[in-house]
């Protein structure tokens, strides 16, 4: 069975270029969460949607940051203009539920110079 | 400030020996979950536990949540050193729409 999809799985930027990271969340799961992790700060989620509607993007640092899902089986978190301080391993994950076991993909690490 | 603090940050031990690891709040929270992470990949959810002063147990690892539900342990038995990982404990939070994640605990079990 397929898991949560992520891409790129490295990203490698200079600072000010726009990034876009995907994923495709497990068929049937109605929530997906994106979240950023960092040593510093740990694992901070950014914004999450149910049945692809965004509930909560209070997460989210800027508003150089934007999220979308404009399917059940995809969706997009973008920065635009990138900075350093963005260089993080983004994850996305999803479950059955807004509480429910999370399921999540292997990353997309993002170095911003 | 993290919600959902837990100890050690880091902790090296040989193989063989027992280890707790420790996740509190000072807020009550309805169920906790404990996930693993290994280098380069995302967490995975080991347990969730519902019940205050619930157990669980998982071959070698023993979960407990507090009376309270503000706190739960996780104890290791004879640690080995395939329980290498980061240990984070997770948790609804605000009106139980989101899962928000505690600061880890960095595992290494030295052969």
């Known amino acids: 069975d397929a898991g949560v999809i992520q891409s790129p799985r490295h990203e490698v930027t200079e600072m000010g270029q726009e990034v876009t990271l995907r994923c495709k969340p497990i068929?049937?799961?109605?929530?997906l969460f994106w979240y950023r992790q960092t040593m510093m700060r740990g694992l901070e989620l950014l914004i999450y949607?149910?049945?692809?509607?965004?509930?909560?993007d209070s997460g989210m640092p800027e508003d150089r940051f934007s999220a979308k899902m404009p399917n059940a089986s995809f969706s997009t978190l973008k920065i635009q203009p990138s900075e350093p301080r963005d260089s993080a391993v983004y994850f996305c994950?999803?479950?059955?539920?807004?509480?429910?076991?999370?399921?999540f993909g292997e990353g997309s690490r993002l170095t911003v110079l | 400030t993290q919600l959902l603090e837990q100890s050690p940050q880091f902790l090296s031990i040989q193989e063989g020996e027992n280890l707790t690891v420790y996740c509190n709040s000072s807020?009550?929270?309805?169920?906790l979950q404990w996930y693993r992470q290994e280098p380069g990949e995302g967490p995975v959810l080991l347990v969730t536990?519902?019940?205050?002063?619930e157990v669980k147990k998982l071959k070698r690892l023993t979960f407990q949540f507090g009376d309270a539900r503000k706190d739960s342990s996780l104890h290791i038995t004879a640690a080995q050193p395939g329980d290498t990982g980061l240990y984070l404990c997770?948790?609804?939070?605000?009106?139980?729409?989101?899962?928000?994640f505690g600061s880890g605990t960095r595992l290494s079990i030295r052969p």
């Open positions: 068929s049937g799961h109605n929530s």
């Open positions: 807020s009550v929270f309805s169920s």
């Open positions: 536990v519902v019940t205050g002063g």
């Open positions: 997770a948790g609804p939070y605000s009106s139980a729409s989101k899962i928000i």
């Open positions: 949607f149910n049945n692809n509607v965004p509930i909560d």
């Open positions: 994950a999803s479950s059955l539920s807004l509480t429910g076991e999370l399921f």
